[in-house]
Each structure stands twice: as C-alpha cells, then as structure tokens.
C-alpha cells in the first residue's frame, strides 16, 4: 500500500514539533537535531519537517512498499515524458532509499521512494542537487519542470 509523504522545511524544529504532536494527536516517531517525522495512518501519510531549506514545503511524494512499485510509478513518470533523476541506495532524511525524483508542470518536487533501511546521518538528495544546479531561474517553491537533456 502507497503512502504520501510531505515534507515541510521549518524555521524551528521544536515549536514545530510540538504544534504537529499536537495536531496529529501523536509524536513523532524520528526525532533529530534538525528533523522530525510522523508515520500516520488516519490520514496515511509521511509527515517529515526539517531545517535545512527556507521555510514552507520543500517537497512531496509516494511512499511505496517495495521496489516493484518503484518501478512502476517511475516508469509512469517516464511514460508521461517526465525526466527523472533516479537515485539507488541514496542516504536522505535519515533513511536509505532507492528514488525518482521528477518536477511537475508548476515546479513543485515529487519523491517517489522505497525505504531499505535506517542511516545514521541526514545525508542529501544528490538527484535532486543535480536538478536544481541544472535549472536557471528556478520558481520560488520548488525546482521548475525539468529541461529536455538529462544529467544523470
């Protein structure tokens, strides 16, 4: 089952963990130095805040179970003529994960991801960094839609 993740940058972590506990009714199930994150099932989501973009929504995403899903909600971004940027093995947000990273027609970021495993480090995005870097311009809240030529 697909789960959607939000992640929303925050100029403060614990003011905002603590009005998010109080919203979900939960706490959050990781909490760091600069991130915190809430697996949800009423409503099933991927809650995550973080310190390290400006403030507001950094990105959002599918959370998908297994590689396979992975692969087929890839292959409908490609199949939509979308540029990925794929990543295996990548070391974001706390976690390992293999991803597909696309831009949507406005500019906002979507994730596409399946966890494997926990990480010791916040570690970065090398996908989407090799997005942004090739973009002139790029809108306020997000990466714009892709060029035609690929980096990756």
């Not at 706390?94 to 495993?117: C, I, Q």
């Not at 960094?129 to 060029?147: D, I, N």
Request: aromatic share 8%; charged share 20%.
């Amino acid at each position: 089952m697909k789960r959607l993740h939000l992640h929303v940058s925050v100029p403060d972590l614990a003011q905002s963990i603590r009005f998010y506990e109080t919203l979900f009714g939960a706490p959050a199930s990781v909490v760091k130095d600069d991130y915190a994150k809430w697996m949800l099932d009423d409503p099933r989501v991927n809650f995550a805040i973080s310190t390290h973009r400006a403030a507001g929504l950094d990105h959002v995403g599918i959370q998908v179970e297994s590689a396979e899903e992975l692969s087929e909600l890839s292959g409908r971004l490609k199949a939509a003529g979308a540029q990925t940027f794929d990543e295996a093995g990548a070391t974001c947000c706390y976690a390992k994960s293999d991803k597909s990273w696309v831009s949507d027609p406005a500019g906002l970021r979507w994730e596409t991801f399946h966890t494997l495993g926990e990480a010791t480090t916040y570690g970065e995005d090398h996908a989407m960094a090799a997005l942004e870097a090739s973009q002139a311009g790029s809108a306020c809240c997000g990466a714009p839609a892709p060029k035609a030529s690929a980096c990756c």
